[in-house]
């Protein structure tokens, strides 16, 4: 049972959720305290929440075509995971709202995104776009606890850009594993679905323009620039062959993007980063990504 709640809240990919929040809250201005800690707890919580409600809102389409899921597999009833979900969901708001200045309009949008996503998934084809302003809230709202304002939203421009450009770069992302159960063989990506998912390159060079902005900061945007555009290519390789594989390695490289932005805040949230991305590896290999 205890896996089986793994598999539905996809905690393998929780390491890049994780960064998610570290480039938000120091991009932001945040620094290394308490909240952080509950920040982080209280946005895994609705992830996992998000992934779980999935498998309860899908549980007739994976009867027929996903029949290994934890519902059609009689792993848990479809109640159970409706209860697990909202369980979580509630929790995790709970954290937010009591032990962090995650701002309330964001959190909202936030949570009625995720609902809004797993309710039109399957009906339209556009909520791919829904699915990527998931990742871009967790940005701005854990921004947006660093200034501690209720009334005003002030996020840097670094964040909004990152926040944006990632929407972009989930919304290509789950566009290719819309592929995932209908592909046979090789799957070749459409040039605009590689150009959503190279966009993220560019993120460290925005951040080094609006930071530091010295010759360092200029190597050391060229260099992440360089391991993210590897990892991509790499992954868009893999994805070509085996598509769980590369849409894994698409979500693993998320936390590296953070990582090249972080380099211009905080450098050790930057190495957390890369930690990050070292452990969704490994635990992909135990829990599935997808």
């Known amino acids: 049972m205890l896996r089986a709640i793994l598999i539905l809240g996809r905690v393998s990919n929780l390491p890049t959720v994780w960064t998610n929040v570290l480039l938000g809250w120091f991009v932001g201005g945040g620094a290394w305290v308490a909240e952080l800690g509950w920040l982080t707890l209280g946005v895994s919580l609705l992830y996992v929440a998000g992934m779980t409600l999935n498998d309860a809102f899908d549980a007739q389409w994976d009867s027929e075509h996903a029949q290994e899921r934890p519902i059609p597999s009689g792993d848990l009833s479809r109640g159970a995971v409706w209860a697990i979900g909202l369980l979580e969901m509630a929790g995790g708001l709970a954290l937010l709202l009591t032990q962090t200045t995650f701002h309330p309009a964001l959190l909202g949008g936030l949570v009625g995104a995720i609902f809004l996503y797993n309710w039109l998934h399957k009906k339209w084809a556009g909520s791919v776009l829904i699915m990527g302003l998931c990742r871009g809230l967790v940005y701005l709202g854990a921004a947006s606890a660093v200034v501690s304002h209720t009334t005003s939203i002030e996020i840097p421009k670094v964040v909004w850009v990152v926040a944006v450009g990632m929407i972009i ?122």
């Open 169 to 290: 770069y989930i919304a290509g992302l789950t566009l290719a594993a819309r592929s995932e159960r209908t592909s046979e063989g090789e799957m070749v990506l459409p040039f605009w679905k590689r150009l959503m998912l190279l966009l993220p390159i560019l993120f460290p060079i925005y951040a080094a323009r609006n930071g530091f902005g010295d010759t360092t900061s200029y190597i050391a945007a060229g260099a992440a620039f360089i391991v993210i555009w590897a990892w991509i290519s790499l992954s868009q390789s893999a994805l070509a062959s085996h598509i769980p594989k590369g849409i894994a390695w698409f979500i693993a490289g998320i936390a590296l993007i953070d990582g090249g932005v972080l380099l211009f805040s905080d450098w050790r949230a930057a190495a957390a980063c890369v930690g990050a991305f070292l452990l969704t590896l490994a635990a992909q290999r135990v829990i599935p990504a997808t």
